[in-house]
């Protein structure tokens, strides 16, 4: 019996929405599990930052992985595995126990990522069909997204903390079940660069123990990280096949669009960790209220996405790139200036959708941009430089805002939203350097 395309989508729709879920559904939760189980700042950092980390630093590879096992039993693997983890979350005796789980959650989510994406165009030859599934797989993500801070919010406060990890069970076999129907994907040759995958492990998380921890044992992750950072720059340099060319760097649109989604990644997540506890911690609200306090910013990603898109049709990426980091920098400046503990939590609320707005505008085309600055045979492993890139910037702003927060939570907030407004700034003076619509191809 021949399997309608649609199966293989939904399936690989389904896996990528919990994978984005489970990135933004535990800020909410924070607070519950610091009581549960007993964890500082330090330890609900490693919270988000071990899924971050771990989903950031394999995805250099796993799209390899997911060419040499095929797609179909990559993506099962991952979500076998994505699934038994969120069971471990839901079950932790203890933070430590918990942290191990999320790491082990990002690894599968690594996994579901490119293969997910490799079914879908699998599953859809026609370049204009496989184009508006590819759109409907995006929007799978978005939706998460804005789902995930009121999905963590209502389990949290309707059931426990630990009901944003089983919830994933029953999601977790639908895709399985689903994928049995799906036709099996063929395996590929595709070189793997394990001493430059495991330098890059090493570099990332030593980098974030030194940002979270601090202190002499901070000094010693951060001496870890050079070193770790110098074998990775010489190991990539000597491999015929490296997870990062150096070379890639050389375009000015990649560089770019690099920085603009690691500026986009620190200050998006970094905020939506650091006005989770705020409106808890600070203000006194409930797990469900923040979470809904989250949906304007959220909900709008998805039409924003859209706008970027059309955007960069009529006049080239660099205008909606242009438009999109300068409402974020006035987003940032804006929740400087007004948000103290007083300040109405609706209209923090409020405060908090230019930014959203403005990174919504901006990804779509930065991804084009670096689409479409390197050659065709290469744009895989340019998409797994870049959603790595973010990813990681991602961890790296909780580690540092959370940071700065623990030492006097309004104070650091508002260092916080400067630093994320500087990053913003530097960035958009490159990408007005970018030339017009052809900016993608320079």
């Known amino acids: 019996m021949r399997t309608s395309p649609a199966t293989t989508l939904v399936a690989a729709l389904l896996g990528f929405a919990l994978i984005t879920l489970d990135a933004s559904v535990v800020n909410v939760a924070l607070p519950a599990i610091g009581s549960a189980l007993g964890g500082e700042m330090a330890g609900l950092q490693w919270v988000v930052d071990a899924y971050t980390l771990a989903f950031a630093a394999l995805m250099l590879s796993t799209g390899a992985f997911s060419d040499r096992a095929g797609a179909s039993r990559a993506y099962a693997i991952g ?38 994406l490799a079914l879908v165009r699998q599953a859809y030859p026609d370049a204009a069909r496989r184009a508006r599934a590819v759109a409907a797989w995006a929007a ?89 950072g110098v074998l990775f720059v010489r190991v990539e340099a000597r491999q015929a096949h490296p997870v990062v060319p150096p070379g890639l760097f050389r375009t000015r649109a990649v560089s770019v669009a690099v920085a603009a989604g690691v500026a986009c990644s620190v200050a998006f997540y970094g905020v939506v960790f650091v006005f989770s506890l705020f409106f808890q911690q600070v203000q006194g609200h409930s797990a469900l209220y923040a979470g809904l306090l989250f949906l304007p910013m959220s909900g709008l990603i998805a039409a924003s996405n859209v706008s970027a898109g059309r955007l960069a049709g009529r006049y080239g990426p660099r205008v909606p790139i242009l438009i ?119």
């Open 79 to 116: 979500i076998l595995l994505f699934t038994l983890a969120s069971a471990a979350c839901g079950l932790a005796p203890d933070l430590a126990v918990l942290i191990g789980a999320r790491a082990v959650q990002g690894v599968a989510a690594a996994v579901v990522l490119p293969a997910s």
């Open 324 to 442: 999109g980091q300068g409402l974020a920098t006035a987003g940032l400046l804006l929740l400087l200036v007004c948000v103290d503990e007083g300040t109405p939590a609706t209209l923090v609320a409020a405060l908090l959708i230019p930014l959203s707005v403005g990174c919504a505008l901006t990804v779509p085309p930065l991804t084009s941009l670096m689409m479409e600055a390197v050659p065709a045979e290469r744009a895989g492993l340019a998409a797994g430089v870049l959603n790595s890139a973010r990813q990681t910037a991602g961890g790296l702003g909780i580690a540092v805002f959370g940071t700065l927060v623990s030492h006097g939570f309004v104070e650091g907030m508002r260092e916080s939203l400067g630093i994320g407004a500087a990053l913003f700034a530097v960035t958009w003076l490159f990408s007005f350097r970018l030339s017009g619509p052809s900016a993608s191809r320079a």
């Open 140 to 228: 799978g993500g978005s939706v998460a997204v804005a789902l995930g801070p009121v999905a963590g919010g209502a389990l949290t406060t309707a059931w426990d903390w630990r009901g944003i990890f089983f919830i994933n069970l029953p999601l977790g076999a639908v895709a399985l079940a689903l994928l049995v129907r799906a036709p099996r994907s063929e395996r590929r040759p595709a070189p793997l660069d394990l001493p430059g995958q495991l330098t890059a492990i090493v570099t990332l998380t030593a980098m974030t123990f030194a940002v979270i921890e601090g202190g002499a044992t901070g000094l010693v992750a951060l001496a870890v990280a050079v070193v770790s």
